[in-house]
């Protein structure tokens, strides 16, 4: 057998979009906490993913609520 699967490879297994949708966020993170307002994030989320002008407001209000001291 291939032995036991990983948390994250279970994870995967149950919804395959979640790791992409961890990686736009980790992104959106760190792009804030380099000093990006929000509005260029969300621009550089959406040409990046290639996800709605929506999406990548939603991932960039997420990222802003988790990543701690940045400007808005």
Do not use: N, Y
């Amino acid at each position: 057998g291939a032995g036991p699967m990983s948390l994250l490879e279970l994870v995967h297994t149950i919804d395959p979009h979640v790791l992409e949708r961890a990686r736009r966020l980790e992104t959106a993170m760190r792009l804030l906490r380099a000093g990006h307002t929000r509005r260029e994030c969300s621009g550089m989320i959406r040409v990046q993913f290639a996800v709605s002008q929506q999406s990548a407001w939603r991932i960039v209000d997420m990222a802003f609520d988790m990543a701690g001291e940045v400007k808005e």
